[in-house]
């Protein structure tokens, strides 16, 4: 079984772990909701300095241990007994965030093959739509076969260890590209496109709030998928050679422009034919509605939805490979079991853990899986993003910043800092800057908790 990556193999599998529902489905929400322009501004700033910064101490950790998550925190260390081994907690941000993400693209592929040909006419029947089929009894066995297939095609590419993963994205990524590049050029076409353009470029700095700052703070963690150990675990195949500075531009900046592309092109749509006020949050913008924007181009509409929710699904399986693999490598190196069985046992227990997810949103039933006064669907996604991200991120620039030798790190990045002054504002960025950020972060939705 082939064992690593290739140079564009990594790059594309790296890709494919940041370019999922974060770029395309929490961007444009983000935007939406928080300032625009000043949100989009401060989401790129943030993205070149701090992304490409932390997504290189994460890879370095990787790179250099070239273990699975604990055993390269321990290999680096030069101890098995380090309190760095503990690490090891990051390996469950994964399949916490498979019982949610992989439910929400569930819905992804139940729209694709049934809503795509029935377009909404309106918001209060597509507020129906999605209502009855996420929150209905009748609906639930298509919620659980759509998010078992969803599942099946995870397992399936992960079972077949990086081979497997590298043949995936070189075939979604290109793919989702095309498609959000073609949506692109169609909305290009409408007479909306440019009040688009300027609700996400024409600079409005009366608009940058302390919240909105930290919006794109958590926007730019959760796109990249910083913290969940992807990052470590795919640089442990790879060559010390590979430039990691030109390998973070690469994936940052495609992330960003996927992100912009699909930001573009759905507030075209929306202020074509939409009520901004309808832009909502989480599942509001693109199960509620996209499909009335849709529904305006009439059978020409159902193509346009089509072509998006695949591109949605092909963006959203490529993460969840990328979030089930850790695990895998972990549980692959400690035990005797196959990965084929490894693989497939942990899907099941993340199907199991699923459902409850499901049954959380059910209108009839879901107040038996509500904690805390919130159903198991909220909790998994703020355990996954508000903690489990959080404080994965926050320990590995401790451990990269403060933990390993200055020296140590020059060493290891000489060949792509050919400046010293570069590398001193990434150790910068890295010491100080990143682990401020994080605190803000964490500061921010605690209160809002309280």
Sequence with gaps: ???????????????????????????????????????????????????VAMLIAEMLIGQQGCKNVPDSFKEIAQNKQTPWRFMGFVLITGPVTLTFYCAVLGWVLYYLVSVSFNLPIDFLQSKEIFESFSRSTAQLPYQLVCFGIVLLITAYSVAHG?????????????????????LLFYAMTLQSFPQSVNFMFKPDFSKITSEVIVDAMGQVFFSLSLGAGTILTYSAHIGKQQNLLSSALFIVISGIIISLVAGLMIFAFVFEYGDFNNIGDGEGLIFITLPVMFGHFGIF????????????????????????EPCIKYLCDRTKVSRVKITYMVTSGIFLAGVLVILSLNADIGHYFK????????????????????????????FIGYFVKKE???????????????????????????????????????????
């Excluded at 509409?301 to 089930?324: P, Q």
């Excluded at 919130?374 to 320990?395: C, E, M, R, Y």
């Design 1 to 51: 079984m082939q064992t690593n990556f290739g140079k564009i193999g990594f790059i594309l599998a790296a890709l494919g772990s940041s370019i999922g529902l974060g770029h395309i489905w929490r961007f444009p929400t983000a935007t939406g909701t928080s300032g625009g322009s000043a949100f989009v501004l401060l989401f790129l700033a943030i993205s070149i300095f701090i992304g």
């Design 301 to 324: 509409g159902s193509i346009l939805s089509i072509f998006f929710m695949v591109g949605l699904l092909f963006a959203g399986i490529s993460s969840t490979v990328s979030l089930l």
């Design 408 to 450: 140590t790190l020059q060493t290891w990045t000489s060949s792509y800092f050919r400046s010293n002054i570069i590398f001193e504002i990434w150790y910068f960025c890295i010491k100080i800057i990143a682990p401020l950020m994080i605190i803000m972060i964490f500061a921010n939705k605690f209160y809002s908790f309280l």
């Design 371 to 398: 904690f805390f006064g919130q159903s198991l669907f909220s909790l998994s996604v703020s355990l996954s993003a508000n903690i489990l991200l959080t404080w994965g991120s926050f320990l590995i620039t401790l």
């Design 162 to 182: 990086i081979r497997g993963i590298e043949k995936l994205n070189y075939i979604l990524m290109p793919l989702l590209f095309f498609i959000f590049f073609a």
